[in-house]
């Protein structure tokens, strides 16, 4: 608020002293007006009012200047309003009447209006500060009682006013922060000083950052300090939240398609304790690593893709994304034909290759079956050695779509080779029943070929340079192929396809839990054939349900180790599950063991954070706050120095092996050291546990409430009567000390006794 000091002149000035100048008539006095009510940041208003004809600027008896100032803050503007002045009678009412103002010689107001109108008017006051300026008045009140000035006015600077911005003012620690520091008004050039509210090292920086790494309110303070000292300071709060208990994210692109289909995963964590480790589990039985990952289906199916994230102390999060893989799209029909289809060598043969569905433009590459290849929709090939060959072509059309044919050219003569064989399929594996047709090509040998005989793999045989069997049952098959010729000659080939069955894998989002503990359970099917029928989930705690992903809660008495079983069938009546193995354990208790040395300050006193059984506490996390204002991060076991007598409120904080935190507290009174000669123990009070995620359990905080108060009584009833009465005995009375434990102030971050209620 800008404020505005006027002449203390006017109606208190006595009569005999206003506007009266030798030779004139006497006329009434008027002052300069108050500040108006209020300023906008950057401006200041004020009023000049008056009665009659007379401004107390000046003393116009003598013509002496006044004595009171005005200020104008450099850079603001100024506004300004003279009240209307009525008709003087003794002047016929012709006066005019205004103020001007002069900063260094230049005249920056100057208004002026006729008896009985206001007069008003703006301007910006100069950034340079000076003193000693006029502000003059021009009224008619008399011979020569014009252009009356008066040195009141300075032009100084606006006090500086500190700023402060930044951000994120809320977060996970642990928490960075960038802070901005700012100035208005004051002089340049400012000095920063940032004080951020944790105990660390204060920043001269203007615009520092900082890191939070203990969770609490904090408060974040710039001062501002202009080139004359003046200062100023700004604040911001920040809230660093407890760390976020860790946890995973999951997408993939594309989740449907045709198989085969490749999928890119993206995968993060999120809180818990950096760096984090990551693994992919892809639900047909592959594995993957790396925040990113990809990987190929071969097979129709719906898979659950998972990701487990491992923090840097062992805690684990998965997510899982669902993905679908239809069908192949059906094959492009192709026909093929050869002209000549048979001939002696050397023996030339042109191949034409014709899509019968699909979309143009098609792309064909030849297989000519004696190693040699081609490619177009029209190919020829020369053959130099005899043999019967199997030409197969590939044809894909423009959506991506492909198909296959074949044909075979006889060709006798030739150069003398070795016989021998080739076998093909044309799949190489697939979902039982898998049909599947094979393919002999045979070069070189004597005369023509007697026999060409498979073996199926699976007891089946067949005979001809074609043939077509179904694979009923899944498993790995090798076909072998076996030529002879009327020369005897005997050769023979073998090729391989994978026939796959109905497959089931389960994933979970933890396989190891506190009680009560909530499961997520995402089956994955793939192979057999057709539809499947729903996920069908045994729970192993006497309850099951149905239904793909599925969630269950094992309450507070289900501990033990579990078997979760999902099973599903196909079309085909075939059935398929799997049971994995998961371990819930009770709920972790911590308690606060507290065991003093002597009596009397300084007292070492020894802590203890002891795990009930079935405990899983993380032995080197543990969270201390001793309640002198010491706080420490180790082992479950430590120990620390109390300088001065007092009540302390001790806590700990302890995360078990999945992440989650237990606490407990308890009291320590220190008490003063005992006179020379004395003997007096300190007492130490132990705590009951808090239960939970650092939540207190009600019931057994008021019994350690109860138990506390019962131990403060009996030590009041002991040390009092104790060391307060002594028997009379003669002799010079004896100098009594009664040193009593005193309470220190709270500081930040100590819980006060009623939290432990």
């Known amino acids: 608020m800008v404020v505005v000091v006027f002449s203390g002149f006017g109606s208190l000035v006595p009569g005999t002293v206003r506007c009266h100048l030798p030779g004139s008539l006497a006329c009434p006095g008027g002052w300069l007006g108050p500040a108006a009510s209020s300023n906008g940041a950057g401006s200041q208003w004020f009023n000049i009012t008056g009665y009659d004809y007379g401004f107390w600027i000046i003393n116009t008896v003598d013509g002496t200047n006044e004595s009171s100032s005005w200020d104008l803050f450099e850079g603001f503007t100024i506004h300004v309003n003279a009240t209307s002045l009525p008709p003087d009678p003794s002047f016929d009412g012709t006066g005019q009447h205004g103020v001007g103002l002069l900063v260094g010689g230049a005249l920056l107001l100057n208004i002026a209006a006729p008896v009985g109108s206001w007069a008003s008017a703006s301007f910006v006051a100069p950034s340079t500060p000076s003193t000693g300026n006029e502000i003059y008045c021009t009224i008619y009140c008399g011979p020569g009682h014009e252009n009356l000035r008066a040195n009141i006015v300075n032009v100084v600077p606006p006090s500086v006013q500190a700023q402060a911005t930044g951000g994120p003012l809320t977060g996970y620690v642990p928490l960075f922060v960038d802070l901005n520091g700012s100035a208005l008004g004051g002089r340049a050039p400012y000095s920063y000083s940032w004080n951020f509210g944790d105990g660390g090292t204060v920043s001269t920086s203007q615009d520092p950052s900082h890191t939070y790494t203990v969770a609490g309110s904090y408060t974040a303070v710039v001062t501002v300090t202009d080139s004359t000292g003046a200062s100023s300071t700004a604040a911001l709060q920040i809230a660093a939240l407890p760390p976020a208990a860790l946890s995973a994210t999951a997408s993939a692109s594309p989740t449907s398609g045709v198989a085969p289909l490749s999928v890119d995963f993206t995968g993060a964590g999120i809180g818990g304790s950096p760096p984090y480790a990551y693994a992919w589990s892809f639900g047909d039985g592959s594995n993957g690593s790396g925040s990113t990952a990809s990987h ?309 006193v020894s802590f203890a954070a002891v795990g009930a059984a079935n405990s899983d506490l993380n032995d080197s996390r543990a969270q201390w706050d001793f309640g002198n204002g010491v706080n420490a991060t180790g082992p479950l076991s430590t120990h620390e120095e109390y300088l001065h007598p007092g009540i302390y409120h001790v806590s700990v904080r302890v995360r078990d092996l999945l992440g989650l935190w237990v606490s407990a507290g308890g009291i320590v009174r220190v008490p003063a050291p005992p006179p020379p000669g004395g003997n007096r123990a300190g007492v130490v009070i132990h705590s009951l546990p808090w239960i939970g995620n650092g939540v207190g359990n009600p019931t057994s905080n008021a019994l350690g409430l109860l138990f506390l108060m019962s131990l403060g009584l009996l030590y009041l009833l002991w040390s009092g009567p104790k060391n307060r009465w002594r028997p009379p005995s003669p002799g010079p009375p004896r100098r009594l000390y009664l040193p009593e434990p005193k309470e220190p102030p709270h500081t930040a971050g100590d819980p006060p006794e009623s939290a432990h209620s």
Do not use: C
């Open 296 to 604: 190929r289906y071969s097979a129709m199916g719906n898979y659950s893709a998972t990701l487990s994230v491992t923090d840097a102390t062992g805690t684990k999060a998965t997510k899982s994304v669902a993905i679908t893989v239809l069908a192949s799209l059906p094959p492009l029909a192709v026909h093929v034909t050869a002209s000549p289809s048979s001939g002696t060598a050397p023996f030339s043969a042109t191949f034409a290759a014709k899509a019968i569905s699909g979309t143009s433009p098609f792309t064909a590459i030849w297989n000519f079956g004696d190693g040699s290849n081609g490619s177009g929709m029209l190919s020829s090939h020369n053959y130099t050695v005899a043999g019967s060959y199997q030409v197969t072509v590939t044809v894909t059309d423009a959506s991506g779509r492909t198909g296959t044919a074949s044909t075979y050219v006889n060709v006798s003569g030739g150069t003398s080779a070795p016989l021998s064989v080739r076998a093909s399929t044309n799949v190489t594996g697939g979902t039982a029943p898998l049909p599947v047709t094979a393919f002999a090509s045979i070069e070189g040998g004597t005369g023509v070929y007697t026999s060409v005989t498979w073996t199926l793999g699976d007891g089946s045989v067949a005979n001809g340079l074609e043939i077509t069997h179904s694979y009923a049952h899944p498993g790995n098959y090798v076909l072998v192929v076996q030529v002879s010729d009327s020369g005897g000659n005997l050769t023979s080939a073998s090729t391989s396809i994978s026939v796959l069955g109905l497959n089931l894998s389960v994933a979970l989002n933890g396989t190891l839990g506190d009680a009560p503990f909530s499961v997520n359970a995402t089956a994955s099917v793939f192979g057999g054939n057709g539809h499947y029928s729903p996920i069908q989930w045994s729970w192993g705690d006497g309850t099951s349900s149905t239904g793909n992903p599925a969630d269950h809660t094992y309450n507070v008495t289900s501990v033990g180790v579990f078997y979760i079983r999902a099973s599903t069938s196909d079309s085909n009546g075939l059935t398929v599950a799997r049971s994995v193995p998961i371990r819930i354990d009770p709920k972790d208790v911590v308690t606060l063991s507290i065991n003093a040395s002597t009596g009397g300050a300084p007292e070492v």
